[in-house]
């Protein structure tokens, strides 16, 4: 189903659903005020079980009573037909204010504008019915669907859950709307980039122990789905798994992490450390927070480069900055735990990792510098199409020079764009030149 097609059905959905809303408010405040012919009536929601549209899937799939199905309906009213609750701005003669019972809160630049809260929502259920009220509470516990498909939350900033207005999440309200799948853009909420490659599993050449706990890991992949839907393996298997790539730069840690989402059709989002880490009491547990509550659920690999600095061992409590530092890892240590997908820790500095991370790791992978013959395979592969070298010339480089495939990669790039400035073929001189950039990085000496 194209995007527009999407739209189209989910604008139906929801066109129904705010005429349902706009009678159920109708009824309630005919009820309120003691119309002359109000009188008690089930006001039935539309039918969906044909609906084709997202919303009406999303329906059908986690909603088990009106409440839930009128929450949801009042918080995208709030977003998209903000005019349905005009009717509550009516005046207590009285009092010469708004009437109590009806919830709500009014716009901070216009008080035209009616903000529904969860009392509303009491009110228009339940009317006086105060019982009814107490158990609202339980709609946004952390195992109810609003939170774990991060679908409507409350805004808790009022003393009373009541008064709370609603928030929607992206995720959901781009599939009830436009129907897209949601892809989070670079945020202070979400400091992660998703990384992709055109790369494929040829041009990845490591030793044969590390293909085979790819196998493993991309075994799990396929296979989670069964580990949840089965009550004895998800006592005796993690619903999630963790894994830690270690090893010094450039030798396809980053590469192994995208491929395994490319060969599986998951989205990799790589964390950005150094916006998630903060020297505040309190901020880098925030950051951490936001970032696993958005991608809970959400099928994605979280990419956790340079980790050393987050996942760092714990230290003795010599000053109060030592014992946030060690609460930030076990804070750390428990949502990692929790996570029900695939987390990849990467790292050039595996001894700085705490231990009790490694005991909750399913895979240790180290990622060596490659030797000769997988050097000569890298450069085989880096100069086709784009250089002629001799297999002799090719040899005597891969076995004089001890560097990653990442250092290869940029030997070429500088190779190739100074043939470029000299309008001639990639030349052996300036391949040498390359390589002794890339020693020169790391402090090593250059010998012919």
């Not at 969906?48 to 949801?72: G, H, L, M, Q, W």
Request: with cysteine; aromatic share 12%; hydrophobic share 40%.
């Amino acid at each position: 189903m194209g995007t527009s097609e999407a739209t189209k059905h989910n604008a139906f959905t929801f066109n129904n659903e705010m005429k349902w809303l706009s009678y159920k408010i109708d009824h309630r405040l005919d009820l309120f005020f003691k119309s002359k012919n109000s009188q008690l009536e089930e006001v039935l929601p539309p039918e969906i079980k044909d609906d084709p549209s997202n919303y009406a899937n999303f329906i059908r799939s986690y909603c088990t009573d009106e409440v839930e199905r009128i929450i949801i309906v009042m918080a995208l009213a709030n977003y998209f037909k903000p005019e349905l609750f005009d009717r509550f701005l009516i005046k207590n003669k009285g009092l010469g204010k708004n009437f109590t019972e009806f919830g709500g809160k009014t716009s901070d630049k216009t008080e035209n504008i009616f903000v529904p809260t969860l009392r509303t929502v009491a009110f228009i259920l339940f009317g006086d019915q105060i019982p009814d009220y107490f158990r609202l509470q339980f709609y946004f516990d952390d195992n109810h669907f609003f939170k774990i498909q991060n679908a409507v939350m409350l805004n808790k900033e009022s003393q009373s859950i009541l008064d709370a207005t609603f928030v929607l999440g992206r995720e959901f309200l781009q599939n009830v709307t436009n129907g897209n799948e949601y892809k989070p853009n670079y945020s202070a909420e979400f400091p992660a980039n998703l990384i992709t490659t055109d790369l494929d599993w040829e041009d990845l050449v490591l030793e044969t122990y590390v293909f085979d706990e790819m196998d493993i890991v991309d075994t799990w992949l396929k296979n989670k789905e069964q580990i949840s839907q089965n009550k004895l393996l998800s006592k005796r298997i993690n619903k999630g798994y963790k894994c830690l790539f270690y090893g010094p730069p450039g030798t396809g840690k980053t590469l192994s992490a995208t491929l395994l989402g490319k060969k599986n059709n998951l989205d990799v989002f790589r964390v950005d450390l150094s916006q998630v880490v903060s020297k505040y009491i309190g901020e880098t547990e925030k950051n951490l927070a936001s970032i696993f509550d958005i991608a809970e659920n959400k099928n994605w690999i979280l990419f956790f480069d340079e980790a050393e600095s987050l996942f760092s061992k714990r230290t003795a409590v010599n000053d109060a900055k030592d014992k946030f530092a060690n609460q930030e890892t076990a804070y750390l240590l428990q949502r990692v735990e929790n996570y029900n997908g695939l987390i990849i820790l990467a790292t050039n500095l595996k001894p700085n990792i705490d231990l009790a991370f490694s005991r909750r790791l399913q895979s240790v992978i180290n990622y060596a510098i490659p030797n000769q013959t997988q050097r000569k395979s890298l450069w085989t592969n880096a100069f086709n199409g784009i250089a002629d070298l001799s297999e002799a010339e090719i040899d005597k480089i891969s076995k004089t020079y001890k560097i990653s495939g990442g250092s290869i990669k940029n030997v070429i790039q500088y190779a190739w764009l100074k043939s470029k400035a000299g309008n001639t073929v990639i030349k052996l001189e300036n391949i040498m030149i390359g390589i002794r950039r890339e020693l020169a990085k790391d402090g090593k000496s250059f010998e012919k």
